[in-house]
């Protein structure tokens, strides 16, 4: 799945990246709004990134898309080069839309140990029909639901996921 290989990491990035297509992976380590700018410090484990956006232009898509979570991906896509441009890899997406839109072809495999399912409980990706397919592939799953959060859970609502996370991992086996 090449859509979902990093290019760079945030350790790496320095001020001579700017307007550079890259592919970054990791989290929203701190969310800051300044008037019309909003700073996203975005974090893996190699360092942090600071990512812009202008607040105009996530008002102009707001009249369109209502869901942040969708917004907030496509404005990843937006750089400022003489006036704000859209710079989606219309190449990579055409290529792996296939992978990004279909679900694995999995024939029979499934893993049989106790796995968690993270949720969030306004998410309007999440409906609770689709446990059965979870439990096809994850026989043990465990649906927990993150409140006050949508789609992305660790953007949304991080204490609650760690919270989570904490208590999974002092309930599991060593």
Not at 36 to 46: E, Q
Not at 144 to 155: D, L, Q, T
Request: charge should be positive; charged fraction near 20%.
């Amino acid at each position: 799945m090449e859509y979902l290989k990093r290019t760079v990491t945030c350790g790496e990035l320095r001020a001579q990246d700017a307007g550079k297509t890259v592919v970054l992976n990791g989290w929203v380590h701190r969310k800051r709004e300044h008037g019309p700018i909003t700073f996203v410090n975005l974090r893996d484990r190699y360092g942090i990134t600071q990512v812009v956006v202008d607040a105009d232009a996530e008002a102009a898509l707001a009249q369109q898309i209502p869901q942040p979570e969708v917004r907030q991906f496509l404005l990843t896509n937006l750089r400022e080069r003489n006036g704000w441009r859209w710079q989606p890899n219309l190449e990579l997406i055409n290529r792996s839309l296939p992978d990004i839109a279909g679900w694995p072809a999995v024939s029979g495999a499934s893993f049989e140990g106790p796995t968690s399912w993270m949720v969030g409980q306004q998410s309007a990706y999440y409906r609770p029909e689709d446990i059965r397919i979870m439990q096809r592939y994850f026989p043990l799953v465990r649906t927990v639901v993150i409140p006050a959060a949508g789609h992305w859970v660790h953007a949304d609502n991080p204490n609650a996921v760690i919270a989570a996370m904490a208590e999974l991992s002092a309930a599991s086996p060593r």
